[in-house]
């Protein structure tokens, strides 16, 4: 496997996008790897930085959407 | 372990009239909807407005009965509320300018005024720097990473998306993340 190849399996890992067989032999290839376990590591370290950036919309947003969807249920019952 | 209600089960709840499911449903993905679209728009309150209407379309196409079982319901609203942004932004450009006596375009002063605002807002916070980080990334690579890691599509959903190969979206994606690792070291950024 080449090095492009490998760093595009090693993200698709990391999202569990591989069949199970490929994921499972993967894994144990990055376990028994110095090198791919630290590549590994990067990239799981770089989503974790990702997931700091999770926001959460104003409430009022959410209201907003929840009274429209009382308000068109109202208007089907009449 | 408490199993957990599917977004299936939800969906067919509140279609049959049990609002309280819809709430549950929202609050199980708005984060990541949300973070989506602030990605992508990059303003705080268009995002809001943008998240309004992407739940709303949502909710219509839920009551019309026309919602398709087969896909996952957050690639599903993320396409959705992608399609909204980028409509945002098609008629951002095409609204006339309103100038100054000096011939300045008033809403562009304006929204200088306000994007001054929301950069020094940025700069002070410590956990915008992220968020600048993937703002530094070319269009192509910062889109598959949002696609990704906060809309939840696979690689082969932004693959089909963007009209290129899953290997172009893969290499993307490993350019993004590359990417965000140099300027990080560059930077010296303490993340800690």
Not at chain 2, 101 to 104: N, R
């Given at each position: 496997m080449d090095n492009t190849s490998t760093l595009n399996k090693l993200i698709q890992l990391s999202y569990s996008e591989l069949p199970e067989s490929q994921h499972e032999e993967l894994a144990s290839q990055v376990s028994d790897s110095y090198e791919l376990s630290e590549t590994f590591a990067v990239i799981e370290e770089l989503k974790t930085l990702l997931d700091g950036e999770m926001e959460a919309p104003n409430p009022t947003s959410v209201k907003i959407i929840l009274e429209e969807s009382q308000r068109s249920s109202a208007l089907e019952m009449h | 372990m408490k199993e957990q209600i599917t977004d299936k089960a939800l969906i067919k709840q509140y279609i049959q009239g049990n609002e309280a499911c819809l709430e549950m449903l929202i609050n199980k993905h708005k984060n990541k909807v949300f973070t989506t679209i602030l990605m992508i728009v990059n303003d705080r309150y268009i995002a809001e407005d943008l998240f309004q209407e992407t739940f709303i379309k949502v909710i219509k196409t839920f009551k019309s009965g026309?919602?398709?079982?087969?896909?996952?319901?957050l690639p599903w609203v993320v396409r959705i509320a992608r399609n909204l942004a980028i409509d945002h932004f098609r008629k951002a450009k095409r609204m006339p300018k309103v100038t100054s006596?000096?011939?300045?375009d008033i809403f562009r002063t304006f929204e200088i005024s306000e994007r001054n605002r929301e950069q020094e807002y940025i700069r002070d916070q410590r956990d915008e720097t992220i968020r600048e980080i993937i703002n530094m990334l070319p269009d192509e690579q910062k889109q598959v990473l949002v696609l990704r890691?906060?809309?939840?599509?696979?690689f082969k959903e932004i693959a089909a998306l963007t009209d290129v190969s899953i290997n172009t979206a893969l290499g993307r994606m490993r350019y993004a993340l590359n990417n965000m690792r140099k300027i990080i070291s560059e930077k010296s950024i303490s993340l800690q």
């Open positions: - | 026309k919602y398709n079982e087969e896909g996952k319901f006596q000096d011939g300045e890691h906060y809309g939840d599509l696979s």
